[in-house]
């Protein structure tokens, strides 16, 4: 057998011997103060001598944190020591031990059980045994033992054991044990330790297992997490890829505060790839035996409300990091368009189309009306052998004010202000600074119509030198500045009607029409002595019209509640250039094309379960679109979807994207999905999954086709127990929440 077919036996008998935990943030639940001993039943007696009091019948006795269910109990009234027979449940601080006889000490919490079952409430899990004995608040042994998530009593797994011993919140072991389905053995284990854990423990996590045909080979990861404190932990991730060699990454987490907390993760590789690199997006200036790296740094400090601090660091060795390890990797994995989570945070998806790579330090202060930001920003281009030219802004400070009446009276003023330092090493660099206040003074006429006039004055200064690159001309570097002014003015109206349809859930239908034209004009400006990292401002004389068309219904439920949908809402828009109208043609080859694309944006939602979006440009100078993206998501009660999307933008992008969802019984899914390059006629990627789910247990099998590599991925999942694998690329780590 070859040295990596053992590793791949090894990991495999890893995933059912060792153990793993759930990172979760918090601490257990506190124990309940302690409190008196109540007894309830049909018949109470006492007896003196022995000091003994005996329940009979439907007997419910409250103890510190929990009860006790028989029907019948002794109950010695010193050392609270109690026999129960018959139907006997326990509850203690949640567990639930039952049999038809127990011996339990209600103060100590410890006892033992015949013929028993414990249910671990907090992650699901039943324990069955010939005898159980309670050795403490959290802990039990049992002999002859059985151990599942699974409902009812022929569960789908199980676990047995001659011996087993649990502490709840801990872990679990199994002595001359097997691993049975449907109460068949299918697996003998002569020593197994199993995770009872709800909270954050140290220990492994599950094992990642997938095979990558051409880029990576097989790719096996245990990570280890370690809960270092209540403010910190740590997960190091090792990492084997045949095809590439051992990847180790570590993860810390610290969380200081509720206003204090950050992530930073770093990896490292000892590349010995000797595969081919023909399908790379450029040509490498290495071929094999490549120290690769990445890593990020994400700290938020909060002062006080609206003042804080944001870091968000990120570097990679190289511009073929995320092309080589696009399948999975750290920065995949923690992906988040939003703010929720907030050890989530990575803002980029780390794929094989990443352009750029930004790194990002900020310090915001937020006021009701105003806004002040200092940042630096580093970018590396992946697109570029060199970074030389890559402008870097070292700092950026900007203020700004929202739109706002101007000391209590009808006219409104709002204002954006920026310097910026930018900094590269081949090019211009230099001072840019920048301010823009606006006054505008919106006139409404009744419910006819508002007219919203504006002006601006802008003023931009800079002052740069030019770093020149070896062997380059010399050239000067470059100072001056610019100032105009814009004038604009906005004038719109609605018009509605509500139309009475008396649906059975749709009551009203809401038709609103709003028509908007707006004009705005800037005087030519000179500017020929700007760096290029000031942005050129052209002349403007352009009418822009618009009708948006939104139809609102109000909806009834069943118990008479109104809510309302926007299920239409299409915008058809146009500008017309009265500068290029009266262009004058003398010694032109062109004729005038005053009138601009027409945009078109709309949302179609009428139900629940369909949604239909596009945007369009339709060029009517010459006759065609020149962008068009569709995307259409239905769905059903069922858990059946269909997603499908189509974005062209002319001579740039043509792609086709269709992901399916198929619900072919109550357990058992089909996934399908395709994208295509229409544009250079090749797919990029397609998908086949198919996935099977039952109470407490769950098989996933999936099959990708990129352009560059083919995976095959199994996962195979005992809930409450661990998960082996990964459905997808793009699928976020379960063992730990936040």
Same mark, same amino acid.
């Given at each position: 057998?070859?040295?990596?077919?053992?590793?791949?036996?090894?990991?495999?008998?890893?995933?059912?011997?060792?153990?793993?935990?759930?990172?979760?943030?918090?601490?257990?639940?506190?124990?309940?103060?302690?409190?008196?001993?109540?007894?309830?039943?049909?018949?109470?007696?006492?007896?003196?001598?022995?000091?003994?009091?005996?329940?009979?019948?439907?007997?419910?006795?409250?103890?510190?944190?929990?009860?006790?269910?028989?029907?019948?109990?002794?109950?010695?009234?010193?050392?609270?020591?109690?026999?129960?027979?018959?139907?006997?449940?326990?509850?203690?601080?949640?567990?639930?031990?039952?049999?038809?006889?127990?011996?339990?000490?209600?103060?100590?919490?410890?006892?033992?059980?015949?013929?028993?079952?414990?249910?671990?409430?907090?992650?699901?899990?039943?324990?069955?045994?010939?005898?159980?004995?309670?050795?403490?608040?959290?802990?039990?042994?049992?002999?002859?033992?059985?151990?599942?998530?699974?409902?009812?009593?022929?569960?789908?797994?199980?676990?047995?054991?001659?011996?087993?011993?649990?502490?709840?919140?801990?872990?679990?072991?199994?002595?001359?044990?097997?691993?049975?389905?449907?109460?068949?053995?299918?697996?003998?284990?002569?020593?197994?330790? @199993?995770?009872?854990?709800?909270?954050?423990?140290?220990?492994?996590?599950?094992?990642?297992?997938?095979?990558?045909?051409?880029?990576?080979?097989?790719?096996?990861?245990?990570?280890?997490?370690?809960?270092?404190?209540?403010?910190?932990?740590?997960?190091?991730?090792?990492?084997?890829?045949?095809?590439?060699?051992?990847?180790?990454?570590?993860?810390?987490?610290?969380?200081?505060?509720?206003?204090?907390?950050?992530?930073?993760?770093?990896?490292?590789?000892?590349?010995?790839?000797?595969?081919?690199?023909?399908?790379?997006?450029?040509?490498?200036?290495?071929?094999?035996?490549?120290?690769?790296?990445?890593?990020?740094?994400?700290?938020?400090?909060?002062?006080?409300?609206? @003042?804080?601090?944001?870091?968000?660091?990120?570097?990679?060795?190289?511009?073929?990091?995320?092309?080589?390890?696009?399948?999975?990797?750290?920065?995949?994995?923690?992906?988040?368009?939003?703010?929720?989570?907030?050890?989530?945070?990575?803002?980029?998806?780390?794929?094989?189309?990443?352009?750029?790579?930004?790194?990002?330090?900020?310090?915001?202060?937020?006021?009701?009306?105003?806004?002040?930001?200092?940042?630096?920003?580093?970018?590396?281009?992946?697109?570029?052998?060199?970074?030389?030219?890559?402008?870097?802004?070292?700092?950026?400070?900007?203020?700004?004010?929202?739109?706002?009446?101007?000391?209590?009276?009808?006219?409104?003023?709002?204002?954006?202000?920026?310097?910026?330092?930018?900094?590269?090493?081949?090019?211009?660099?230099?001072?840019?600074?920048?301010?823009?206040?606006?006054?505008?003074?919106?006139?409404?006429?009744?419910?006819?119509?508002?007219?919203?006039?504006?002006?601006?004055?802008?003023?931009?200064?800079?002052?740069?030198?030019?770093?020149?690159?070896?062997?380059?001309?010399?050239?000067?570097?470059?100072?001056?500045?610019?100032?105009?002014?814009?004038?604009?003015?906005?004038?719109?109206?609605?018009?509605?009607?509500?139309?009475?349809?008396?649906?059975?859930?749709?009551?009203?239908?809401?038709?609103?029409?709003?028509?908007?034209?707006?004009?705005?004009?800037?005087?030519?400006?000179?500017?020929?002595?700007?760096?290029?990292?000031?942005?050129?401002?052209?002349?403007?004389?352009?009418?822009?019209?618009?009708?948006?068309?939104?139809?609102?219904?109000?909806?009834?439920?069943?118990?008479?509640?109104?809510?309302?949908?926007?299920?239409?809402?299409?915008?058809?828009?146009?500008?017309?250039?009265?500068?290029?109208?009266?262009?004058?043609?003398?010694?032109?080859?062109?004729?005038?094309?005053?009138?601009?694309?027409?945009?078109?944006?709309?949302?179609?939602?009428?139900?629940?379960?369909?949604? @239909?979006?596009?945007?369009?440009?339709?060029?009517?100078?010459?006759?065609?679109?020149?962008?068009?993206?569709?995307?259409?998501?239905?769905?059903?009660?069922?858990?059946?979807?269909?997603?499908?999307?189509?974005?062209?933008?002319?001579?740039?992008?043509?792609?086709?994207?269709?992901?399916?969802?198929?619900?072919?019984?109550?357990?058992?899914?089909?996934?399908?999905?395709?994208?295509?390059?229409?544009?250079?006629?090749?797919?990029?990627?397609?998908?086949?999954?198919?996935?099977?789910?039952?109470?407490?247990?769950?098989?996933?099998?999936?099959?990708?086709?990129?352009?560059?590599?083919?995976?095959?991925?199994?996962?195979?999942?005992?809930?409450?127990?661990?998960?082996?694998?990964?459905?997808?690329?793009?699928?976020?780590?379960?063992?730990?929440?936040?």
């Amino acid at each position: 057998m070859k040295k990596r077919d053992l590793i791949v036996c090894a990991c495999f008998l890893l995933v059912v011997f060792f153990l793993h935990t759930d990172g979760a943030w918090g601490m257990p639940d506190k124990t309940p103060p302690k409190g008196p001993i109540d007894i309830e039943a049909d018949n109470i007696s006492y007896d003196s001598e022995r000091e003994v009091y005996r329940a009979v019948g439907n007997v419910f006795i409250t103890f510190s944190g929990g009860y006790l269910k028989a029907d019948r109990v002794e109950l010695h009234k010193v050392t609270k020591d109690a026999l129960a027979e018959g139907n006997v449940i326990i509850e203690s601080d949640r567990d639930t031990l039952t049999g038809q006889s127990i011996q339990f000490n209600l103060e100590t919490k410890k006892g033992t059980v015949n013929d028993g079952t414990l249910f671990i409430s907090k992650n699901h899990f039943y324990l069955r045994g010939k005898e159980i004995e309670k050795q403490g608040e959290n802990t039990y042994s049992l002999k002859d033992a059985r151990a599942t998530t699974c409902d009812g009593d022929r569960p789908d797994w199980q676990f047995t054991g001659s011996e087993v011993d649990v502490t709840v919140d801990g872990y679990g072991t199994v002595k001359h044990g097997t691993f049975q389905i449907s109460n068949f053995p299918v697996l003998y284990l002569p020593y197994m330790v @199993f995770p009872a854990k709800t909270t954050r423990q140290t220990g492994l996590l599950y094992p990642r297992i997938a095979l990558s045909r051409d880029k990576l080979g097989w790719d096996l990861g245990i990570p280890f997490y370690w809960a270092i404190s209540d403010s910190a932990d740590a997960t190091f991730y090792q990492r084997y890829m045949d095809k590439r060699g051992f990847q180790e990454g570590v993860e810390f987490r610290y969380f200081f505060s509720e206003h204090s907390f950050g992530t930073f993760y770093g990896d490292f590789l000892d590349d010995s790839f000797r595969g081919g690199f023909e399908g790379d997006s450029m040509s490498r200036d290495w071929r094999e035996d490549q120290e690769r790296w990445s890593y990020y740094w994400n700290h938020e400090t909060t002062f006080s409300p609206g @003042f804080y601090l944001r870091t968000d660091l990120v570097k990679v060795s190289d511009n073929w990091y995320f092309e080589d390890f696009d399948s999975s990797n750290y920065y995949l994995d923690n992906y988040a368009e939003g703010e929720e989570r907030r050890f989530k945070k990575v803002s980029f998806e780390g794929d094989k189309s990443l352009a750029s790579l930004e790194s990002r330090a900020r310090l915001v202060k937020d006021w009701d009306l105003f806004n002040l930001t200092a940042l630096v920003q580093y970018t590396d281009d992946l697109q570029d052998y060199s970074n030389d030219t890559t402008l870097q802004r070292y700092p950026e400070i900007t203020f700004s004010a929202i739109k706002q009446p101007l000391f209590g009276s009808p006219l409104h003023f709002e204002m954006e202000s920026s310097y910026d330092y930018y900094y590269r090493d081949t090019g211009y660099r230099g001072h840019y600074a920048d301010l823009y206040p606006q006054f505008s003074l919106p006139l409404r006429y009744g419910d006819y119509f508002e007219f919203t006039p504006s002006v601006g004055v802008r003023e931009t200064t800079w002052d740069s030198i030019y770093s020149e690159a070896a062997g380059a001309t010399p050239q000067e570097g470059r100072r001056g500045s610019r100032e105009y002014y814009s004038l604009g003015a906005t004038v719109s109206s609605e018009i509605h009607r509500i139309f009475d349809v008396g649906g059975e859930r749709v009551d009203r239908i809401r038709h609103g029409v709003r028509p908007e034209i707006s004009y705005s004009y800037i005087p030519h400006v000179y500017q020929d002595d700007r760096a290029d990292f000031v942005t050129a401002v052209g002349e403007a004389n352009i009418v822009t019209y618009a009708l948006t068309n939104t139809l609102t219904s109000r909806l009834v439920s069943d118990e008479g509640e109104i809510s309302y949908r926007e299920f239409l809402n299409l915008k058809l828009s146009q500008s017309y250039d009265i500068r290029e109208a009266r262009r004058n043609l003398t010694g032109s080859t062109t004729e005038r094309r005053p009138f601009g694309n027409v945009v078109i944006d709309g949302t179609i939602n009428p139900f629940q379960y369909l949604t @239909f979006d596009a945007d369009a440009q339709y060029d009517v100078n010459a006759g065609e679109w020149e962008v068009t993206n569709y995307s259409m998501a239905a769905s059903d009660w069922r858990g059946d979807s269909v997603t499908a999307e189509y974005r062209y933008t002319k001579d740039s992008v043509e792609e086709i994207n269709i992901a399916l969802k198929a619900k072919l019984t109550e357990s058992l899914d089909a996934t399908y999905t395709y994208r295509r390059n229409e544009l250079n006629d090749k797919y990029l990627e397609t998908i086949y999954g198919i996935n099977y789910e039952s109470q407490c247990w769950g098989v996933a099998a999936t099959y990708s086709d990129t352009d560059d590599d083919r995976r095959y991925m199994l996962v195979f999942s005992l809930y409450g127990i661990g998960k082996v694998g990964k459905v997808s690329k793009k699928s976020a780590r379960t063992w730990r929440n936040e």
